[in-house]
């Protein structure tokens, strides 16, 4: 088990020494009710205190999540504004061929795109700083959104693993429902972060901590991290020689 004061401790001088070193006053990060974006929440009111804003983004959400958001923020004495997307997302809908049967994730995808279009917006108004919730075991089988949860500025828990982000959640005062509750990422009603993946978090912390998994587990995470390697590089740019 590691040592949770300390690490909280280390992310906080990391924020605060990146945020100025940008000439910015603060951060801002989607709280979504689930545990990774809670962490990220704890954090930046340790390292801004005022200057951390979360913004709620419901879009055809559970109602469950945006509670949880509210509580965390409470518990955390954070402050939060909601900005309500479903009739953004209508429209862009409407304006793309979904209706023509377009793959189920390629729409749902939709959905954290336009949220990062909304926080990118805060920063701006705010001079501020887009924090990410991606931890390492997602960001190691790329089960994150490209240009979604990843357009932000800093991804302060992308070298924690699930069982990682759970120890700082428990250490920073996350209320114990969102804790508990079955990791999603909020695609459609449903959906889990496991059931997606097709394995657990233990069995995905396990091999990335410790290089030990059943030989399915290994192939599928060995195959999902080539596969997303594009997600975790910036675009490429050919080496012209113009002279």
């Known amino acids: 088990m590691m040592e949770s004061a300390r690490v909280v401790d280390q992310l906080v001088v990391w924020l605060r020494d990146y945020v100025q070193s940008a000439n910015c006053r603060g951060v801002v990060f989607g709280l979504s009710g689930g545990i990774d974006s809670a962490v990220v929440a704890g954090l ?3 390292a801004f205190g005022d200057n951390a804003l979360g913004v709620i983004m419901p879009c055809y ?5 945006a509670e949880h958001a509210q509580l965390c923020a409470q518990a ?3 402050s939060v504004v909601t900005v309500d997307l479903d009739e953004t997302f209508d429209t862009l809908c409407e304006a793309l061929p979904v209706a023509d049967g377009a793959p189920r994730l390629a729409v749902a995808n939709l959905k954290p795109r336009l949220r990062m279009t909304v926080l990118n917006y805060y920063a701006a108004a705010r001079n501020a700083l887009v924090l990410g919730g991606t931890n390492r075991s997602e960001w190691i089988i790329g089960y994150f959104t490209k240009h979604g949860d990843t357009g932000v500025d ?3 828990i992308a070298g924690l693993v699930k069982q990682q982000v759970r120890e700082l959640a428990l250490y920073l005062g996350v209320p114990q429902v969102i804790i508990d509750k079955a990791p999603s990422a909020g695609l459609w009603a449903g959906q889990t972060d496991e059931q997606e993946m097709g394995i657990s ?3 995905l912390d396990r091999y990335i901590l410790q290089g030990e998994a059943e030989p399915h587990v290994r192939q599928l995470v ?5 596969q997303s390697e594009h997600k975790r590089r910036l ?3 050919p080496p012209l020689q113009l002279e």
Not at 61 to 65: I, L, N, V
Not at 222 to 226: I, K, N, P, S, T
């Open 235 to 237: 675009p490429p740019m």
């Open 201 to 203: 978090y233990e069995q």
């Open 44 to 46: 930046a009111v340790r």
């Open 76 to 78: 955390l004495g954070l």
């Open 222 to 226: 060995d195959r999902l991290h080539r």
């Open 61 to 65: 959400s559970d109602p469950e999540d």
């Open 154 to 156: 800093l991804m302060p």
